[in-house]
């Protein structure tokens, strides 16, 4: 029996629908970064990353750590 479990995969496609959280996820897949670098190289306030980034982590795409 198949089960469609929309949740999870809305939340993921809804994450990846950004442009700029595609990008984010590009850069990280490549190395960690903060997010002080990732507003940097994304040309935008540090507010406006982390709710990125947040959107990110809630779909189980990224995690964070605070250091």
Do not use: C, N, W
């Not at 993921?12 to 590009?26: I, M, N």
Request: charged share 20%; hydrophobic share 45%.
């Amino acid at each position: 029996m198949v089960q469609y479990q929309g949740a999870p995969l809305d939340t993921s496609f809804a994450a990846l629908s950004d442009v700029t959280r595609r990008g984010v996820l590009e850069k990280l897949a490549r190395a960690d970064a903060s997010i002080t670098d990732l507003a940097d190289q994304f040309h935008m306030t540090l507010t406006g990353m982390k709710k990125h980034v947040h959107v990110l982590e809630q779909a189980g795409l990224v995690t964070t750590e605070k250091v």
